[in-house]
């Protein structure tokens, strides 16, 4: 499984609506996909949250759209469009240092993304196009050689609302629970390494929770009772919502 940060301009709803849906199909597809929209606001602020997660994915994968490519090239209104300004200079630094040499770093056609918005850094490098690239940027993320696509493979839009239940669950956790405790109920379930697979309560609040619903949907404890009894045990008072949030992932 690769860590897969994804840099993109908030062009429109709709460019940001196209952009959630790339990040969440990796996600069906084993990757672990790190997205501006999975984190409402971390406590170390954007310009060190971005810095840390550039280093620490495996890949970039970047949206090039005309307001994208602007701000890339440092181009934009001064106060404008700093997240981009700020990931494309840290990115073309590690080009420079890697003498052009674009290791891990490519880009991907979606929303209003286009070929002619490619930075010139990357031109000389494949650019895939969703919906039709699918299996290559799947066996490029793998390492893999490309293969005959089969079904999983394949690109397709997830419905909106059926991955609202990520979102709608982390912001559950951030707002009934501190980080010490949902360790706590971690170390209570059936799967004992859990725990160990968390990032610990160093972290903000918001990114520990993100962690913990990948960490509960990748061990298939979000399909079982074990973890809603826990919840309803602990917060009684909320169960309606417990209850709720427990169907969307059954």
Same mark, same amino acid.
């Given at each position: 499984?690769? !860590? ?5 301009? %908030?062009?429109?709803?709709? %460019?940001r609506q196209a952009v959630r849906e790339l990040a969440d199909w990796l996600r069906t597809q084993g990757h672990e996909s790190r997205l501006d929209q999975y984190v409402p606001d971390p406590d170390e602020g954007w310009p060190r949250w971005m810095k840390r997660e550039l280093a620490a994915s495996d890949f970039v994968l970047m949206v090039p759209t ?17 997240? &981009?300004?700020?990931?494309?200079? &840290? $990115? ?7 003498? @052009?040499?674009?290791? @891990? ?9 286009? !070929? ?7 031109? @000389? /490098? ?14 490029? $993320? ?31 956790? &951030?707002?009934?629970?501190? &980080? ?15 725990? /160990? ?9 918001? %990114?520990?929770? /993100? ?19 826990? $919840? ?19």
């Amino acid at each position: 499984m690769a !860590r897969v940060f994804i840099s993109y301009s %908030h062009d429109s709803d709709d %460019h940001r609506q196209a952009v959630r849906e790339l990040a969440d199909w990796l996600r069906t597809q084993g990757h672990e996909s790190r997205l501006d929209q999975y984190v409402p606001d971390p406590d170390e602020g954007w310009p060190r949250w971005m810095k840390r997660e550039l280093a620490a994915s495996d890949f970039v994968l970047m949206v090039p759209t005309a307001t994208y490519r602007r701000r890339w090239d440092g181009l934009e209104e001064p106060g404008k469009g700093l997240g &981009v300004t700020w990931e494309g200079l &840290v $990115l073309t630094n590690r080009l420079y240092e890697a003498g @052009g040499v674009a290791k @891990g770093m490519r880009c991907v056609l979606v929303g209003s993304a286009a !070929r002619e918005h490619v930075p010139d850094e990357l031109k @000389g /490098h494949t650019s895939f196009a969703m919906y039709d690239d699918g299996d290559r940027l799947l066996s490029y $993320l793998g390492g893999r050689a490309p293969a005959v696509p089969t079904a999983a493979a394949v690109w397709t839009r997830p419905r909106a609302e059926a991955w609202d239940r990520y979102r709608l669950l982390e912001r559950f956790l &951030v707002d009934a629970f501190p &980080v010490w405790e949902l360790e706590q109920i971690a170390s209570w379930l059936p799967d004992k390494g859990l725990r /160990h697979a968390l990032p610990g309560g160093s972290v903000p609040p918001a %990114h520990f929770a /993100h962690e913990y619903v990948c960490r509960l949907d990748e061990r298939g404890l979000l399909a079982g009772p074990e973890l809603w009894e826990l $919840l309803r045990e602990k917060r009684d008072r909320r169960v309606d919502e417990i209850e709720a949030l427990e169907l969307a992932w059954r």
